[in-house]
């Protein structure tokens, strides 16, 4: 089933030597997206016009999403804020298809988060499946097992009819493609706001584990080496623009209609992953590359630049799935569930059975030349005659124009501090049942439910836990923890602070399981970089970004930036998603995020200030945006780190949740929901040390803080090491439970609660039923 | 004492029953679906995923691989035999147990922490269980529904052919609750929810104990472990 060669295409494509015979031909560059000082500039590197073959390949690549035009200048910053004890561990940095850092025992780890949220608007289903599918692949191309996967979600206002359309959608689409490629989905983060309620965000993340000698990269080295192309065949999705293309070259019809968005089908990536694995393992592959976006012109063009020769393709020998394709079209395809491999010719029979064995279609299509040209020819003719780092790597850098957006100070000056605070005890709790239940703090496991955690028997942590984790060694226990925020209220506040504090909140969710943190990646989804506002915006989050990343001395490894997300005019709030990669010794030693055991003491670390500006309680109880985000002093973020890690090395904590959105208030109600086990919490303490009425001692967003619970007997020593590092520390409860259920509800009826002592108390009944009512209630019944 | 598991393409859970076979104390065989060879296994596991991309039909396209006729013969033989999820979407479609899976009532994949009964303790894989048993593995399915004619679900009550049921919470609209059945000989057991991973502490199912200890999983494996010794 290898190299059947396919019927030709209808009419002739456009020559290199008709492209030199016809230079005045007008070109249709802008409706591909090309500016036109950009078009003369292909021009002027081909020294003639492009073909339209050249043309198809240099606007998709050279387009925003491929090329980073308008953020490179920016993102320099990430390679440029380097400690060399933040690279002592970094096998691959940024700009292959995902970074790769050493976990130790010769194991490393390959982390990328990506966005798909354009796609996904259009058709939700297809596109957040894609984005699983193409993020997957990415891990693959870098010689890793995919293991885990999770999503960063933003959608629109809840009770908005379109939002449902969109969650079924979206939610459906990763449970689908996930689960049917076996990758548990250890987390993740949903959240609701009319700001993405015509530009959802679909960010999907994935991450992958190999020995040291297994790294590949993508490169086309070693003159005569066969370029090989596998895995589905190539079809009409994803390449809208190619039509237009191919509207030019044959004038006598209309443009053809193809989808814009592409199809997934996660039985075939499953195939290609343990295709391709085996091919790694038999050391069949000299270097790889997945095709994505620009499919065989990015992977072309890609592999060709980072080699060190040329590379020559015979176009028409890529299999098709629809015959009737241009060239132009099959450049530019988006067909999902393709690789592209360099393979040396005395080991092409030795690969051909390894793809055959796992009925994977393959065609062999060139070889690597030493003419430092990238050459595609279609029935005997040169359509493409490019040096391939014009197209992949020598692309425009824009400069673009930086604009204060001057409505930021009257939105700072608009303190939550002047808005009415409860007083009273029902006033309290009432507020805080309107916290759990609002769509942003509700539980979500309407859609973590639709999600196995389970597959691969690996995952020591998943939702909802503050991090995922998984074992990646089964003898010594060596594992990672991951974990991702953003908080888009306080990037449009500031987004500067913003980028920092999602920083710090990934940062501090890996820690509390008791992994350290090494590395992390980003997708930081804006609005249009041509509006000069949301460069700024942009500008002061990679800035915040990273030089945080320098403090805490930990590398950025690999992103995503993805612009242009705005309803009509109205840019998204600033949205950079951080995902943070920990490091654990053993992942039996991790801490979970509640309460499993009555008579332990609950303490909080840390102060609380009175941090309510963009805070859930502002947003949900006021519906308030406005002021200043919380402090965070990164350097203190490192303490708790260090602090948590040694708590859990001497396994004196029981367990650890972090304090993010909806404060300590919401902390204290999920650490009573994970398990069933109830506390008694004073909060007087708090308000005199910290000099804070009870309404910013439950919820306040201050950052550094955790509460764990610490079993009676290691009472002293836990409360030494706080203090032998000089950490806020405060006993604020101790749990008691009285018939513990669990989430698999084997116990007796449970009559556990949560009290506040002189301000309210709400039984674990009460908690759940207002927690998980939200979201079934928009988006229909869940089981159980 | 070797056990199989059988890797169609899309196979998910291939290599967790290979390690929930090591931690019960016998051999982990690995059989490819391609081939007609069963390697002399002692017992065999077709296990969970979304083979051929559950297209068709659930388990329709991997019941008619190359080793399912060996397989089939040997199930016939006495070889005892596990489906796990799509595992037994491929028992159902071969015809080695009785009824069918269709997709779940409320039409999405779930996964949930699955509390049953063990309601036949005179199988190959649930003889190391007390009748009656209440039990929590992981379940986790698009197309776990339980559908069989009425004559044939009466016989299958009749005859104690229903192994397992689903207990609190019916999560797929299976009728009578059932969450597996077995064969008459009892060597040929199938069923939707996961033993393979209820098999080690800290990363089965949350239980009253401690997050993620549950291992009721494993009695299946130690199970077929204590038949085969004895008929040996």
């Not at chain 1, 079809?235 to 814009?260: E, H, N, Q, V």
């Not at chain 1, 003898?475 to 990037?491: H, M, P, Q, V």
């Not at chain 1, 590092?725 to 008691?736: A, E, F, M, S």
């Not at chain 2, 070889?79 to 015809?95: D, R, T, Y």
Request: hydrophobic share 40%; charged share 20%.
């Amino acid at each position: 089933m290898t190299a059947v060669s396919t019927p030709p295409s209808r009419g002739v494509a456009d020559t290199v030597s008709n492209a030199s015979a016809t230079p005045e031909r007008e070109q249709p560059y802008a409706a591909l997206g090309l500016k036109e000082d950009e078009y003369l500039r292909i021009r002027e590197i081909l020294g003639r016009r492009p073909t339209s073959g050249e043309l198809a390949m240099y606007s998709v690549m050279w387009s925003e999403h491929c090329s980073y035009k308008s953020s490179k200048i920016y993102l320099r910053q990430f390679g440029q804020k380097v400690t060399p004890a933040m690279k002592k561990n970094l096998m691959v940095g940024m700009g292959e298809n995902a970074g790769v850092v050493d976990v130790g025992e010769g194991w490393a780890v390959t982390f990328k988060v990506e966005s798909h949220n354009h796609p996904s608007y259009i058709e939700p289903f297809q596109g957040a499946a894609t984005g699983v599918g193409g993020i997957v692949r990415d891990i693959i191309s870098m010689g890793a097992r995919p293991v885990a996967v999770m999503d960063q979600l933003r959608f629109g206002a809840i009770d908005s009819a379109d939002t449902a359309r969109v969650v079924h959608g979206v939610v459906g689409g990763i449970s689908f493609y996930g689960n049917c490629l076996g990758l548990p989905n250890i987390g993740g983060e949903t959240y609701f706001d009319p700001i993405y309620q015509g530009n959802p965000l679909v960010n999907a993340l994935s991450v992958g584990v190999l020995r040291h000698e297994d790294l590949h990269l993508a490169n086309a080295s070693g003159l005569g080496n066969k370029v090989v192309l596998f895995g589905a065949r190539t079809g009409g999705d994803g390449i809208g623009g190619a039509s237009i293309l191919a509207s030019d070259t044959f004038s006598a019809g209309g443009p053809t209609k193809r989808p814009a968005v592409q199809v997934g089908d996660p039985f075939a990536e499953k195939v290609l992953i343990e295709c391709c694995l085996e091919l790694f393992r038999d050391k069949l592959v000299e270097g790889i590359q997945d095709l994505g976006a620009a499919g065989i012109s990015c992977a072309t063009s890609e592999l060709a630049s980072n080699g060190d020769g040329g590379m020559f393709i015979e176009l028409e020998k890529v299999l098709l799935r629809d015959p009737t394709l241009t060239a132009e079209e099959i450049l530019m395809s988006e067909s999902q569930e393709r690789m592209m491999a360099v393979v040396k010719p005395e080991l092409l029979d030795a690969f051909l059975a390894v793809t055959a064995k796992w009925d994977v279609e393959t065609s062999v299509l060139g070889e690597v030349t030493d003419t430092g040209r990238l050459i595609i020819n279609w029935h005997g003719e040169e359509i493409v005659n490019v040096e391939p780092r014009t197209v992949a790597v020598d692309g425009p850098v824009y400069e673009r124009p930086v604009a204060y957006p001057t409505w930021i100070d009257a939105l700072q000056e608009d303190s939550a501090s002047t808005l009415a605070r409860p007083t009273t005890g029902d006033e309290l709790r009432e507020q805080f049942l309107a916290l759990l239940g609002s769509a942003n703090l509700a539980d979500k496991s309407w859609i973590t439910n639709q999600y196995d955690y389970f597959v691969g028997g690996n995952t020591a942590l998943a939702f909802p836990d503050d991090s995922g984790m998984i074992r990646v060694d089964e003898e010594s226990g060596l594992g990672f923890a991951i974990a991702t925020d953003a908080n888009g209220r306080y990037c449009q506040l500031d987004p500067k602070q913003g980028a920092r504090l999602a920083l710090a909140e990934a940062y501090r969710n890996v820690a509390v399981t008791g992994a350290v943190p090494m590395a992390v990646t980003d997708c930081l989804n804006f609005g249009s970089p041509e509006n000069p506002e949301v460069m700024w915006q942009f500008s002061q989050a990679v800035e915040g970004l990273s030089d945080g990343c320098l403090e805490l001395e930990i590398p950025v490894t690999g992103g995503n930036v993805s612009f242009y997300n705005q309803t009509g005019a109205t840019p998204i709030f600033p949205t950079p998603v951080v995902g943070v990669l920990g490091v654990i010794d053993d992942v039996a030693r991790r801490i979970p995020s509640g309460w499993q055991d009555e008579g332990n003491n609950i303490y909080l670390l840390g102060v609380t200030r009175e941090e309510l500006d963009g805070s859930a309680w502002a947003g949900t109880v006021h519906g308030h945006l406005g002021g200043r985000p919380p402090a965070v002093d990164l350097e203190r973020e490192k303490q708790l780190a260090a602090l948590l890690r040694a708590g859990s090395l001497e396994g004196l904590i029981a367990s650890a949740h972090d304090l993010a959105d909806g404060g300590l208030a919401q902390a204290l109600a999920e650490s009573v929901m994970r398990f069933g086990v109830g506390a008694r919490v004073w909060i007087t303490e708090i308000m005199e040390r910290d000099g804070v009425d009870a309404a910013t001692a439950l919820f306040s967003e201050s950052t550094g803080r955790v509460i764990v619970s610490v079993p009676r007997e290691d009472d002293v020593k836990f409360r030494g090491l706080c203090e032998g590092r000089g950490y806020p520390v405060l006993r604020i409860g101790v749990t008691d439970a009285s018939g513990v259920g669990g989430e698999s509800g084997t116990g007796a009826a449970n009559r556990s609660v949560l009290e506040v002592q002189d301000e309210f108390t709400v039984g674990l009944e009460e908690l759940r039923a207002t927690h998980r009512s939200t979201l079934p209630e928009h988006f229909g019944h869940v089981v159980g | 004492m070797r056990i199989g598991v059988v890797t169609f393409p899309g196979s998910l859970d291939d290599r967790d029953a290979l390690r929930a076979i090591r931690m019960a104390g016998a051999e982990p065989v690995a059989l490819w679906h391609g081939e007609h060879d069963l390697h002399g296994v002692d017992a065999l596991v077709l296990p969970g995923g979304f083979s051929y991309g559950d297209y068709l039909r659930c388990g329709a396209i991997a019941s008619l691989s190359p080793i399912m006729t060996e397989v089939i013969d040997a199930a016939g033989k006495g070889l005892p035999v596990l489906g796990i999820c799509n595992g037994f979407q491929m028992l159902a479609e071969a015809h080695l147990l009785a009824g069918g899976l269709i997709r779940n009532d409320h039409g999405t994949f779930i996964r949930r922490d699955q509390k049953l009964r063990v309601e036949n303790t005179s199988t190959a894989w649930t003889s190391g269980f007390e009748q009656g048993q209440e039990i929590v593995i992981p379940l986790k399915n698009g197309e776990g529904g339980f559908i069989a004619s009425a004559d044939e679900l009466a016989r299958l009550e009749g005859e104690g052919l229903v192994a397992f049921r689903y207990l609190d919470v019916n999560p797929n609209g299976s009728l009578n609750d059932i969450a597996g059945v077995r064969n008459e000989r009892g060597n040929v057991v199938g069923l939707m929810p996961h033993p393979e991973h209820a098999v080690e502490p800290g990363f089965g199912p949350d239980t009253a104990d401690a997050m993620r200890s549950g291992v009721d999983g494993l009695t299946f494996f130690t199970s077929v472990i204590e038949q085969v010794l004895v008929a040996a």
